[in-house]
């Protein structure tokens, strides 16, 4: 069983509009967890990294929130633009474990003018 | 140039043809991961070096994969006769140092194996 939840599985909104992503994880004992934006065709890239102890993090008009006691995050977007259309992954890191990064499957967004 | 780069893009193999697909990762990075990532899923983990180490190979689905970076900086992943649930991307990433301590991983822009 994946240890990374992600939904919705895909979204569509239109553009100027908000809208957040969700991450429900198990990975236990925790170190880090990061979004990262993939669209099609290229690797994925990097949105943000928060820490334990960190609750909120923002990058431009990306937004993630943290709760480790939950083990829930989410990733706001405000005012999408058609550039936003990607997928979205939620990735965390388990702790002391160089290469234990559990990825989920990731939202699917669609932005429409 | 300044990311992380893989070659070839695209490849198309029959079944049981060996491939080898390159990555080159940002200069001065120690860690390099491969991945493999089915359509519509997220990436999942195949292998990770530490210079030219290489520490975990646990991702790898069977004897066929087989990956190297004997130099510490460029590595191959050679996938031996290859089947048809091989096809998949094939991601490659770097990092300076630890994930774990909060260390950015830069992708490639991965090499899409299609077998035949």
């Known amino acids: 069983k994946n240890q990374v939840e992600q939904s919705p599985q895909s979204l569509i909104i239109l553009e100027g509009k908000n809208c957040t992503l969700q991450?429900?994880?198990?990975?236990?004992?925790?170190?880090?967890l990061r979004w990262y934006k993939q669209d099609t065709g290229r690797g994925p890239v990097s949105l943000t990294i928060?820490?334990?102890?960190?609750n909120t993090k923002s990058n431009g008009r990306y937004t993630a929130t943290l709760d480790a006691d939950t083990k829930q995050s989410s990733l706001h977007i405000t005012a999408s633009q058609l550039s936003d259309s990607a997928s979205y992954i939620c990735?965390?890191?388990?702790?002391?474990?160089?290469?234990?990064?559990?990825f989920g499957a990731g939202t699917r967004l669609t932005v429409k003018p | 140039g300044a990311g992380v780069s893989q070659s070839p893009r695209y490849k198309v193999a029959k079944r049981g043809q060996d491939v080898a697909l390159r990555c080159d990762p940002i200069?001065?990075?120690?860690?390099l991961f491969w991945y493999q990532q089915a359509l519509g899923q997220g990436p999942e983990f195949l292998t990770y070096?530490?210079?030219?180490?290489?520490?975990?190979k646990s991702g790898l689905p069977s004897d066929r994969f087989f990956a190297e970076r004997p130099e510490g900086s460029v590595s191959t992943l050679k996938i031996q006769r290859t089947q048809q649930e091989d096809s998949a991307v094939y991601l490659c990433?770097?990092?300076?140092?630890?994930?774990?301590?909060?260390?950015?991983?830069?992708f490639g822009p991965g090499t899409r194996l299609t077998v035949l």
């Open positions: 990735v965390v890191s388990a702790h002391y474990n160089n290469n234990d990064m559990r």
């Open positions: 200069s001065g990075h120690v860690s």
């Open positions: 991450c429900n994880y198990t990975v236990s004992p925790f170190s880090n």
């Open positions: 990433a770097s990092s300076l140092g630890r994930l774990a301590g909060g260390h950015e991983q830069f």
């Open positions: 070096f530490q210079n030219e180490a290489q520490l975990d």
């Open positions: 928060m820490t334990f102890s960190e």
